[in-house]
């Protein structure tokens, strides 16, 4: 029997001291600059290969082969230069004095309940500000506008509290699990209320998790069903691919116990349930799951009609506009200090500024625009946080500050069909990481030389440092000599250049940071044009295969070095086979793979 | 022909543009590369889901198929937001922002005809004097400035006036507010001081709004007077001794306000555009935001409904239009045996 551990997969390997030498054939020189094989097929194959160990080897004790693996993924992305990483998020929080509320963590503000908030100028009401979100149904929200509410209204089993990234227990007081690894059973807390619906048992639990797989709304039932990048939980399918109701291997045991079988062991299990999907709504509240007739339409249940265990209830619920919730007294834990919260919903910079300087957000972001960095005063805490002040605002106060790096990672990815390697390289070599942090984020980043960011890197710490020293294409300066010289060497010059189309998000920001790349290669073997697509554009002509160099970035929603790494199975990349049968990243890498190059 | 008929004709000619707008935004949106999935979805979705989402929406069915289901909730009004509003019914959607935006439009348009007419009128009526000079200028400096950085700059004066700033305090004249954005006005028509709240919120935006429009009716304005002070009628009625008073407003005045209709009514239709701006930056829950917001996302059904209701309020005002010129001016329209 094991007790539930904290942290999951990163604080077990945090200790882990032995660093497994990188370069996966030991072909690869770690010199600095330079010689870096580009043979692109031997890297492509070392990612494959490397992915398939993953997925063999699950098992608790297996974790070193995993780690080795995983060091050889980032190898060859970082040398093949499939995707250039060049910053990892870097968050920021701001709140005036009479805010007391908890610092959050790596996994972002979404998991910070605020219960835990306290006014200390006698108001009522916490005001924050919010994106815009149609709904806040678990099973539905994709996004963090939505599962930052939902979180206030609906709880999981377990949660890492203000994402700060230690499991804690919410809903159970703790779980076994099998000899064989396979078998996860949960012993639920007695005594929580839902809103409405009196006292949760482990129906509720098994409704809810069928819910999230098997309802045609549901938007991540990929969750509950892959592995290792989810639960991987034993389902049947019928024909058409699709969940058979009533198949999913959860089983309410007992008024207070819940048994989940997964097919492999899978050490990720417990922090893929923190996910806001999971969380526990009442036995046939909706009637989207086959067997329920519903007690609410699904349209009222996914806006007002919600009914969770978690701090707050909803009351108003005006897209676009405004959300307010009002404190739920028969919480099951500590019961808020507030009366309600009231998120309003502004996205534009300019109004953002300005219902923050009014004092009408307790707790707010400032936009770049307004944003001065010589006014934060604070020093590192034992997270890696600065933790101070910054002031003065506009309207004269001097307002307390975090900030912390989060677990996303920014990158320019290349299309494998299109881009040769040489060209990638080139791209490599010019990348000054700092600068762009620096001109075009204002410092607002944290400069990245690895896909997994440093909070949960498989070897830690001094494993990340290792990684970051090896780094071959002149980290954080412009090496044009090391373009050229690659460029020549696949017959791209000034007279001849290969042309290239970038194409980022509609923003500035990102227009300025491929600008950079741009100026540095043209007249040195590369010609590249910008363009702008909408998100959805861009995704979609991602599926297409038609993109040949774009940015995006990746959010991790739980620690989980696996969660970011299938998109780089190359066979997982191919575009042709999405978004149906693969949801890689838009690489086309497999193009790459020895058994489909040509020589 | 009576009027009626030429009325029933104006809007027997509106179905097919109607429809023809319809078509040309269906290929658009479902031929086009914005893919209402991918933009619902995000990057972190899995194949599976987005299948299903896919069958879900209706897109594996025939181009035909979707085709007609399109046309056909768009004149029930019925169907559902794909991605903006995901899942909400359309007509809800569209209801829960179009009075906000039609409370902008109306201040927005109103306020610039009760400002921008009458200086045009007084410019025009005491050509190249100081006055006119200030008028004039004013109004071109005026239509130079853009929208968005209007907006801008009001919100960064309002929110000093807290302190006194200026010599006043935006936030407490009038009835108090407690911020310049994101306050939906309450339209609830019950008191006076209600009204006025609504008025107050709605006001900046208002006046940015309409500021385009309200330089390029004075100036329309100004140039309408000075053409018609000299038309020979008016030289008659100054000849059979008429009060100047009668003169300006019995022939010029009416004559002048010719030329004003078209710039009126076409004025709604920029607002509907513009608005998209000013309700961005001062974050008003409006119609303009909602439409930008669909089209980007490719949510089919929304945004087809809201162009559907556009184009409906464009007709209108074009009827409309035709039928303030036969008030204004009895030449036009309606006797051509």
């Known amino acids: 029997m094991l007790s539930l551990m904290g942290g999951g997969a990163a604080a077990s390997l945090a200790g882990c001291s032995a660093f497994l030498d990188s370069g996966g054939d030991g072909t690869t020189t770690s010199s600095g600059t330079g010689d870096v094989s580009l043979d692109a097929s031997q890297w492509a194959d070392q990612a494959q290969e490397a992915w398939e160990t993953v997925v ?37 929080r701001f709140w005036y004095d009479y805010v007391d509320v908890p610092k959050i963590g790596a996994l972002g503000q979404s998991f910070q309940q605020l219960n835990t908030v306290e006014l200390t100028n006698g108001d009522t009401e916490l005001n924050r500000t919010n994106s815009t979100h149609a709904h806040v149904d678990p099973i539905e929200s994709d996004d963090e506008a939505s599962s930052t509410v939902i979180t206030q209204i609906y709880e999981p089993l377990v949660t ?53 797989t098997e309802s045609e ?78 007690e609410v339409a699904h349209q009222d249940f996914r806006v007002t009609a919600t009914d969770g265990t978690g701090p707050f209830e909803m009351d108003t619920f005006e897209i676009d506009n405004e959300v307010r919730l009002t404190t739920f007294e028969d919480y099951h834990d500590e019961v808020a200090s507030v009366d309600s919260v009231h998120f309003a919903i502004i996205e534009d910079p300019e109004a953002l500024f300005t219902y923050a300087v009014e004092q009408n957000a307790d707790i707010f972001g400032i936009p770049t625009s307004y944003y001065d960095p010589s006014k934060i005063d604070a020093s590192a805490d034992d997270r890696g946080r600065d933790v101070g002040t910054y002031g003065e605002l506009e309207n004269g106060e001097t307002v307390n500050y975090l900030g912390l790096p989060e677990l996303v990672t920014r990158y320019f990815g290349f299309n494998a069909g299109n881009v040769p390697i040489e060209v990638r390289q080139a791209f490599a070599y010019v990348l000054n990481q700092q600068e762009i942090v620096d001109d075009v984020f204002a410092g607002r980043g944290v400069p990245a030389y690895s896909f997994t960011p440093p909070g949960i890197w498989p070897t830690g710490q001094d494993g990340y440092e290792e990684f970051q020293d090896s780094y071959p294409f002149s980290p954080n300066e412009t090496d044009i000599d090391g373009a050229r010289e690659v460029l020549e060497s696949a017959g791209y010059t000034e007279d001849d250049p290969f042309e290239i189309t970038c194409t980022t998000y509609v923003s500035n920001t990102y227009q300025d940071a491929a600008g950079l790349l741009r100026d540095k290669l043209s007249g040195n073997g590369v010609e590249m044009e910008l363009e702008e697509a909408q998100f959805g554009t861009l995704v979609s002509r991602g599926y297409e295969g038609n993109l040949e160099m774009y940015s995006l970035g990746w959010g991790w929603s739980w620690e989980s070095v696996a969660y970011g790494h299938f998109g780089f199975e190359p066979k997982n990349t191919d575009t042709s086979g999405m978004p149906a049968d693969n949801n890689g990243y838009y690489l086309d890498w497999h193009t790459e793979l020895s058994e489909n190059s040509d020589s | 022909m009576s009027r009626w008929r030429y009325f029933f004709k104006r809007l027997l000619l509106a179905v097919p543009i109607l429809f023809s707008v319809m078509t040309f935004l269906f290929i658009i949106l479902r031929k086009g590369p914005l893919d209402p999935v991918a933009a619902r979805l995000g990057p972190q979705a899995s194949g599976a889901d987005a299948s299903r989402l896919r069958e879900q929406l209706g897109l594996n069915e025939p181009l ?274």
């Open chain 2, 64 to 337: 035909w198929d979707q085709y007609i289901r399109f046309m056909t909730d768009l004149i029930t009004f019925s169907g559902e937001s794909w991605v903006t509003r995901a899942g909400q019914p359309v007509a809800e959607a569209i209801a829960s922002t179009v009075q906000v935006t039609v409370w902008l439009g109306f201040w927005a348009i109103l306020l610039p005809l009760f400002i921008g007419i009458p200086l045009g009128f007084y410019a025009g009526l005491r050509p190249n004097t100081i006055g006119d000079y200030v008028a004039s200028v004013s109004g071109i400096l005026w239509l130079a400035m853009p929208n968005f950085w209007l907006a801008v700059m009001a919100l960064a004066i309002l929110r000093r006036t807290r302190g006194g700033w200026f010599g006043f305090d935006w936030y407490t004249i009038g009835p108090d507010i407690s911020s310049l954005v994101g306050q939906s006005p309450s339209l609830a028509f019950d008191s006076l001081q209600g009204v006025l709240v609504d008025i107050k919120l709605i006001l900046p935006a208002a006046i940015i709004l309409g500021s385009a429009s309200m330089a390029a009716e004075l100036r329309i304005g100004r140039t309408a007077i000075l053409e018609s002070i000299n038309a020979k009628y008016v030289e008659t009625a100054k000849a059979k001794g008429l009060k100047s008073r009668t003169i300006v407003w019995k022939h010029i005045f009416r004559n002048a306000l010719i030329p004003l209709i078209p710039i009126i009514t076409n004025e709604a239709f920029i607002l509907i555009g513009g608005s998209v701006i000013v309700e961005t930056v001062f974050s008003i829950n409006g119609l303009g935001r909602l439409y930008f917001l669909a089209i980007t996302q490719a949510d089919l059904p929304l945004a087809g409904s809201i162009v559907f209701l556009f184009t409906l309020l464009i007709v209108f005002l074009n009827v409309l239009q035709d039928f303030l010129y036969t008030v204004v001016d009895p030449r036009v329209g309606v006797n051509n045996e």
């Open chain 1, 56 to 92: 063999d080897n699950p098992g608790p004790d297996a974790q070193e082969t995993r780690n080795e693996a995983y060091l050889d993924i980032e190898e060859a992305v970082r040398n093949s230069v499939i995707v250039l990483n060049f910053m990892h998020d870097f968050s920021e």
């Open chain 1, 217 to 294: 709304n549901s938007v991540r039932a990929n969750f509950m069903l892959s592995s290792p990048d989810g639960v991987g939980a034993v389902h049947e399918t019928d024909d058409e691919g699709n969940v058979v109701p009533g198949s999913l291997a959860v089983e309410a045991v007992d008024d207070y116990t819940v048994e989940l079988e997964v097919r492999n062991p899978n050490p990720a299990v417990m922090d893929v349930l923190t996910y806001t999907a999971f969380s526990i709504i009442p036995e046939g509240k909706v009637g989207d799951v086959e067997g329920y007739e519903g």
């Open chain 1, 160 to 212: 890492y509290p203000n994402g700060v990234p230690e499991m804690e227990n919410q809903l159970i007081e703790g779980f076994e699990l099998s000899e064989d690894q396979t078998t996860y059973t949960f012993n639920l807390k007695e005594g929580v209320q839902f809103h409405e619906s009196g006292e949760m048992t482990a129906d509720d639990v098994v409704y809810s998790w069928r819910r999230m």
